[in-house]
């Protein structure tokens, strides 16, 4: 009985009142009765108004924050209301939600800590299963997108990242401000129409005051903001550039290795791919030697490498116009190396130089590198999600993990 005095003491729900606590040893759960304060009057679940009394239902369960380990289940008898505009109706309570078994303090409960672990981490943790710990997170996600305020939008990022097996990509658009940085929406694909989507979203008001997005050079999202966003300063990102420039120095490295093997040569670009991949300075002491020796032998693949990491100088510039001068020449140069995937690069570059120079135009406003951060923390929350097969689960996890969405308040928060 000390149990139920201490829980009322907490009135965490106006109206109600616990009545009796019993520990069942077997299934390790407290059962807690709970029952309607004496004259309190049921509310109607169609209006949220209160209503007089109809007749009530059987008992029904759900699920608490769980307690020393155990499983906490509140027992109620659900009344039905006489109301005035939606007839006979079920009342609302305020610990539970619609038809869910869990209550809303639990959700939360699952919801929080599903941002910290992995899904089937929490599942274990609190003795709850995946499907319960899904039901959490998307009713928050939900409740979060219903309420949140997506304007005034400055600076968007829009990026693409690869989902399921195969070559199924979806579409993040990122709010990217100093002060705000947030997963904004998300698109099934990275097509013209779907990213069209967005700008459905927000509507013409708000896509008409974006000061800056930043982009990659996939031609739909190009294609998209120069007719929706034709005010903005539209930013080729350093981020997809450098990302794309790796690519090729990779194409490069891996056809001359094949190349080399199957001539007979000796195996010299074995175990060099992070060598030549990463920055010179992030380098171990091993990888160091490896490069060293790998320079000394005139092989594309080294050339190609020295282009990439003289390029690095490109982001160095201050004034647009001597970075485009020095692009040019960049560009020139690798047009006469013969490496082919280089030379590709060039040309990418070249068609779309004046995007390119508009990083050195917004810099000031914009601090980089908040779109590659993001991505990585996509990336990670799709790593950690086993069983995000369908591209609703995997919205709503990501929605959770980036989306900065406000939460249902709950009188008392048990996290
Ligand atoms: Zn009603």
């Given at each position: 009985m000390r149990l139920i005095s201490l829980l009322n003491h907490y009135q965490h729900f106006p109206g109600f009142v616990y009545e009796r606590a019993r520990h069942c040893a077997?299934?390790?759960?407290?059962?807690?009765?709970?029952?309607?304060?004496r004259g309190s009057r049921p509310v109607c679940s169609g209006c949220d108004k209160p209503a007089p009394a109809y007749d009530h239902l059987k008992p029904r369960r759900f699920e608490f924050v769980p307690l020393w380990g155990c499983m906490v289940v509140l027992l109620y008898c659900m009344r039905r209301v006489d109301c005035r505009t939606c007839g006979v109706r079920v009342e609302a309570v305020p610990w539970g939600i619609g038809k869910h078994q869990l209550t809303k303090a639990y959700m939360l409960f699952l919801a929080h800590w599903a941002r910290k672990l992995s899904w089937q981490e929490t599942a274990v943790s609190f003795r709850s299963t995946w499907d319960k710990v899904c039901q959490s997170v998307e009713y928050v996600v939900q409740w979060g997108l219903e309420h949140r305020q997506l304007g005034p939008i400055v600076a968007i990022g829009v990026?693409?990242?690869q989902y399921a097996k195969g070559h199924k990509y979806l579409t993040l658009v990122y709010q990217i401000e100093q002060q705000c940085t947030r997963l904004l929406w998300i698109g099934r694909e990275r097509t013209v129409a779907s990213f069209e989507q967005f700008f459905i979203l927000i509507g013409?008001?708000?896509a008409g005051q974006i000061a800056f997005v930043c982009s990659d050079m996939w031609q739909p999202y190009?294609?998209?903001i120069r007719e929706r966003c034709s005010q903005a300063i539209h930013i080729l990102d350093r981020f997809h550039i450098v990302a794309k420039?790796?690519?090729?120095l990779d194409q490069v490295r891996a056809g001359e290795a094949r190349r080399l093997a199957r001539d007979g040569y000796e195996p010299v670009l074995k175990k060099t791919r992070w060598c030549v991949l990463k920055r010179r300075a992030n380098l171990t002491r091993q990888q160091r030697?490896?490069?060293?020796?790998l320079l000394r032998y005139?092989?594309?693949t080294a050339r190609a490498y020295l282009l990439k990491e003289d390029f690095q100088q490109f982001w160095d510039y201050e004034q647009p116009s001597w970075a485009g001068k020095f692009l040019d020449e960049w560009c020139g140069q690798v047009m006469r190396s013969r490496i082919d995937p280089m030379k590709k690069i060039a040309r990418t570059l070249r068609s779309h130089r004046a995007l390119i120079l508009n990083y050195f135009r917004a810099r000031k406003q914009l601090s980089s590198g908040v779109v590659?951060?993001?991505?990585?923390?996509?990336?990670?929350?799709m790593r950690k999600s086993y069983g995000f097969r369908t591209f609703h689960v995997t919205e709503i996890a990501l929605y959770h993990a980036l989306g900065k969405l406000p939460e249902p308040d709950v009188a008392h928060r048990f996290y």
């Open positions: 077997s299934s390790q759960t407290i059962e807690i009765a709970v029952r309607p304060r990026d693409e990242i013409a008001g708000l190009l294609t998209v420039m790796n690519t090729a030697f490896r490069l060293r020796d005139n092989l594309q590659e951060g993001l991505n990585n923390k996509a990336k990670l929350t």
